[in-house]
Structure formats: C-alpha cells, structure tokens
C-alpha cells in the first residue's frame, strides 16, 4: 500500500467546506411520523398547528356557583341580591359551565338561604372566574415552529391542542467501526499488547447525548479488503459513519484508501493538535469520519465535526442554562404569601437583556413551552416595576437569547409565520413576538424594550394608518415604519349567520353576545370608531368590554357559541371557518427603531417579507394583500414633502 502524506487544512475552513460538500451531495434530514406521548426529545421537522381549543369548554376557574350576570346586577353590600333556586348552578374548579350562564362568584362571597336561594353583596362581571374556550391554546394557532425540540410541557400542549401524534426528524443513525490488529473487546485480564477498544464506548456515550442513535461493529482488523467492506455495509445502514484508527499514514494505516475506493476523501489531514490525521469523506451521499485511535484525538474530532453534522441533520445549535438578569417589559404584581415562579420571554434589545412576563394561569400549559426563564419572586415581595432588572434562572441559552427577534405589538398569526420562515432560513435565529396592541407596541419601541412592533393605527380624522400617531410619538424620527400587508378586517360571526348579522350596528340588538379585543389595540379603535360612526353606545353592547388578546383567540370564542360576533381579520375568520362581513382593508405595518434596523436579524426579517415563502404562506392564510412589503413608508412631513 501506497505511502501518503497528510495535507494541513485549517480547522475553521475544513469544517465550512466539508459542510458545503455534504451539502452539494444532498446530506440532509429524513422524517418520520411518532405519537405526541413519545416525542419527548425529538426535533418537530415542521411547524406544529393546534388541532382543537384548551379549554375545549367553558370551565370554572373558582369553588362557587355560575350565574347569569345579569341576574347580579346592581348588588351592593347595602343592597344585596337575592338569587333564587333554579337561577344557579353549583360548580367545583374544572366543571363546565351551563348554557347561558355567565359568571361564577366564588364560595366565600355567597351566603346561602333556608329556602335555597343564595345572597350576593358585589355584582358579578360577565365571564368573571371563567377559563374560555381557548385560554390557553386556540385550534389553529402554531405550537411549535419547525427544527424545535419538543420538551414535556410541549407534549402537555400539544395533546391540549388534539394532537396526537407529530411529524419530527428521524433520530440519525451512526455507525462506529473499530480497527486494528491490537484491538479487543473490553475484558478484565487482557494480554500483553492487547488494547482494550473503549473508544467505541466513549464515542457511543457522546452520540445518545446528543440525541442520535450509536450503532457499534465489531471490531475489524488491519486489512484493507475487510475494512472497505465493512465500511460498505455501515455506509448502507448508517446515515453517518465513523472509522475509528488507521486515519494516519502509515503502513497498516488504510482508512483513507478505504474511504476513497467506496466515495471520496475531502481533507487528509487537519490542522489541529491532537486530532490532526482526521479524515473527512462521504460514501454515497453520506460523512464517513476517519477518526485517529487515540482517545483524545478521537474526542476532539467528534466534537469539531460530528457534533456540527448532528446539529446540521436536526436544523438545531447545542444549548447551556446560566443564570443571569434582565429588565421586566411589563410590572409584575405578586401575592405576600408566596414564592412564585413567573415564566418569561427574553432577547437582547442594544445590549439590554428585556423579559416578558407570560400568562400565569395554573391552567396555562403553553407558557412553559414558550418560556425563556423563570423569574423567582420571593415571598414577602408584591412584585417588580416595569424595567426593574432582575435575576432570571435560564431555560434557553444566552446564544439563542442575543439572536431573538423580540417584537411587541399588535396581534397577527403572520408573526409566527415570520419566525417560523426566519427560523427555517436560519436556524440561529428567532422571533419573540409579545401581543400587547398596537399602542403597546410604539410605547415598547419608545422605552426601548422591542427591535420591532405590529401596528395598525387608523386615524379616523384622515382616513390613514399609523401615520399621524408616528408623528406624535416620534416627532424627530429615530424609528422607520416599514411596510407589511393589508389586511381584511370585518366582523367574525358563526357560520350560516344564524342571528342575521348585517352591518357592525346589528350588534347592538339585543342579544347578540359581541367579544372585543382589548385596549389599545388597532382592532379595538377600529371597533370604538364603528360605535361612534354608527352612534352606539358602547356599553350598550353585551360583552363590548369581553376582551381577548389575539384575533384567533376572538374566533374561538364564536366558533365554540360563547360569543355571536367579534371584530378581527379574515385570516382568523377562515381558520374557524366562520362567515365574515368585511368592514375594511387596514394597513398593517412594522415599526422598527432606527438602532436596531440595520442589525443582521432585521435584514433577515425583511427579506422574509420579500420572499416567495411568505407570500405563499398568505395566500394559504388568506385575506392579505402584498404591495411593495419591506419598503420604507415616510410618515415625517419634510420626509413626505
């Protein structure tokens, strides 16, 4: 056999050619289908949607009785309210709440009477001490992105959302091939010039904890012929092999010719002490490592390219859990009597590290998946002001966290879908997104707190979006508005229109059940500019002041019969498949503040919103317009003149 020397390839440019040469020969992922109880681990290959609402029905949130709010109207403590037997209903936490009832009016704050009937002294809000349908996870809406890890309260919410079983990227497989001469299998009493094979134990042990799957063969001995067909038959089961010894040059040293006679050797050689006789080469599409036989050689090879491979197969990076402080968004108000633990989003705005607190119901299963790292609130403590820096204990490392795109505002499924698409453009890369409204978003853009903010601002004196508010808020600049979609916004009602909904002012009759979106937000001032339009009286609408947080969240609640009408985008409307009276075509736009916009994530982001990609994902969507997304639109007068 031939004598060949090794080249000397820096470590840095051997790992980005090897990797582009896989890619050039098609190395990629396979998927397989699994159920959502066995998924723990596993990396979801797409984007996971919610089959069904959690809560699936109306359920108590409190021990007490429902009630039909109306039915407590004007209760005081000096004058209490007498409801009679037959008008409630007795309910435990969990129970369903019965047709037409509205409230639930805890236990300690009834006052039970001989003849059955109950004393009330506060009158009862409707939907007080009520979890809707969809608190916690709407049908519909994204509960993993795609290349995710699926963790335990993951799996929780998807089988919340009716998922049972899930697509994710099949574990690799990866062969180990010990040889030589000398090589044993491990034994108590080995002979003279024995060496026990532990390598193979040692590789082994790294791939389960990265999450792949070892395949270790029997040891083979220094002889070309057996050593190329041991390689063939790995090469054909495997999608990764690694030949452990024989990856120098010397006389018994076949590895390289090996490789070479089934595929292709790549690099010889690398400029890395130990490890330098590394050999990286692919048998039919697929890396094939020679791995020098000392152990520390061997580690150190692995971990330089056989870890990169495994993140390359999985679309993933390797995460760390550190502790360290951040700036609350919003306040945080806690109970004296406890230690609690307040589950937050987080990413670097400039070098401010921003936490979001999510929603603290016990029954709220999805704040665990989306969480970041949990704020510990001692007890004794009534909580933190809004950019208090405080101590967070991790979930995600702060890589991921200097690479989110964290964006505050108002309320659109296609901010998942950005990320999503962003994610899948760059798996480094993440989106934070926070559904506060509009008006929330620019005060977030002012304090510094978001790199980008949804807004849908009409100004009912022009007839214009954003525009005029941008001008308020931002007299001397500092922050670009950024053309997005337009979008279709009108009034959500339950299929066939069965109550005869035809104009926003039918919902004003008398029993129709509107919900609203809350304060603040684009839809909400749409919706108050209606009234006023339409001279109605807020409050003479039932259920005007029901306020939920996103537009598929307002669906819900009409798909499931709890609410007749509620204003929100078309988008949401088709995806409960409910009718829909457009009302208008609104502009929805980004607000980016001018330090963070030439940063390589918002330039990402935007080319994400030039792309055929997103596009497509609108059009299945439906109810978008796409005019020119990602330009600049000048709200600034000397701009615009």
Same mark, same amino acid.
């Given at each position: ?153 993951? #799996? ?5 959302? @009716? %998922? !049972? ?6 574990? *690799? &497989? $990866? ?115 020679? #791995? ?5 050689? @061997? %580690? !150190? ?6 870890? *990169? &491979? $495994? ?331």
């Amino acid at each position: 056999m031939g004598f060949e020397y090794l080249t000397n390839t820096p470590l840095d440019t051997a790992k980005e050619a090897y990797l582009k040469d896989l890619t050039d020969l098609g190395f990629d992922s396979t998927e397989e289908t699994v159920p959502v109880s066995e998924s723990c681990g596993r990396i979801t290959s797409e984007a996971v949607y919610a089959h069904g609402c959690a809560p699936h029905y109306a359920a108590s949130a409190m021990d007490g009785i429902a009630v039909y709010a109306s039915d407590t109207f004007g209760a005081t403590d000096t004058t209490p309210v007498r409801i009679a037997a037959g008008r409630f209903a007795v309910v435990d936490t969990g129970d369903q709440i019965p047709d037409g009832m509205d409230a639930v009016i805890m236990v300690e704050e009834i006052l039970l009477q001989d003849d059955g009937s109950v004393m009330i002294y506060s009158a009862a809000a409707p939907w007080q001490h009520i979890r809707q349908i969809g608190e916690d996870i709407c049908a519909g809406e994204m509960i993993l992105p795609s290349y995710t890890k699926i963790t335990p309260s993951a #799996i929780g919410a998807m089988i919340a959302g @009716g %998922i !049972l079983a899930v697509r994710v990227i099949k574990l *690799p &497989l $990866i062969g180990i091939i010990p040889t030589g001469d000398e090589i044993v299998s491990p034994c108590a009493d080995p002979k003279p010039g024995e060496i026990l094979e532990f390598n193979g134990s040692i590789f082994s042990a790294m791939i389960h904890e990265w999450g792949a799957i070892p395949k270790l063969y029997p040891i083979v001995p220094d002889r070309f012929e057996l050593i190329r067909d041991a390689l063939r038959h790995a090469a054909e089961e495997c999608d990764i092999v690694l030949l452990n010894a024989g990856s120098s040059a010397g006389r018994e040293d076949y590895s390289a010719e090996a490789i070479r006679s089934l595929g292709k050797v790549f690099f010889h050689g690398i400029a890395m002490k130990p490890g330098k006789p590394a050999i990286l080469g692919a048998i039919y599409g697929k890396p094939v490592l020679g #791995i020098p036989g000392y152990p520390v050689s @061997g %580690i !150190l090879v692995i971990e330089e390219f056989l870890h *990169p &491979l $495994i993140n390359r197969w999985f679309h993933t990076k390797p995460s760390s859990c550190p502790v360290t402080s951040a700036f609350l968004t919003r306040p945080v108000v806690s109970g004296l009597k406890y230690e609690e633990f307040v589950r937050v989003r987080m990413g670097y705005v400039g070098e401010k590290l921003m936490a979001s607190p999510l929603n603290r119901g016990s029954g709220v299963v999805s704040s665990f998946m989306k969480a970041d790292g949990i704020l510990r609130i001692p007890q004794g403590t009534e909580g933190y002001e809004a950019g208090t820096q405080v101590s967070i204990q991790l979930l995600s490392p702060i890589e991921k966290l200097k690479n989110t795109l964290v964006v505050i505002g108002s309320h659109d499924p296609l901010l998942d879908e950005i990320g999503d698409l962003l994610h899948r453009t760059d798996p480094g890369l993440f989106m934070s997104s926070s559904h506060v409204g509009s008006m929330g978003g620019i005060m977030a853009i002012r304090r510094g707190e978001a790199h980008a903010a949804g807004c849908h601002l009409l100004d009912t004196e022009t007839g214009r979006y954003n525009i005029s508010f941008l001008r308020k808020y931002f007299p001397h600049g500092g922050v670009k508005l950024i053309r997005c979609v337009g979008r279709n916004q009108g009034l959500m009602i339950a299929k066939g229109n069965p109550l005869n909904i035809r104009s926003f002012k039918d919902v004003a009759r008398t029993g129709i059940r509107y919900v609203n979106r809350q304060k603040g937000s684009g839809t909400r001032i749409l919706a108050d500019y209606l009234c006023k339009e339409n001279h109605i009286v807020p409050e003479k609408i039932y259920g005007y002041d029901r306020e939920e947080l996103t537009h598929t969240s307002v669906a819900a609640q009409i798909a499931s019969g709890s609410a007749d009408a509620g204003m929100g985008i078309y988008s949401a409307a088709k995806l409960y498949d409910l009718d829909f009276l457009p009302v208008c075509i609104e502009e929805y736009d980004l607000l980016i503040p001018d330090h963070a916009f030439e940063t390589p994530m918002v330039q990402k982001m935007l080319s994400v919103l030039k792309s055929d990609a997103f596009r497509e994902k609108l059009t299945q969507m439906g109810g978008y317009t796409l005019d020119r997304p990602g330009e600049i639109i000048p709200y600034l007068e000397d701009e615009i003149l």
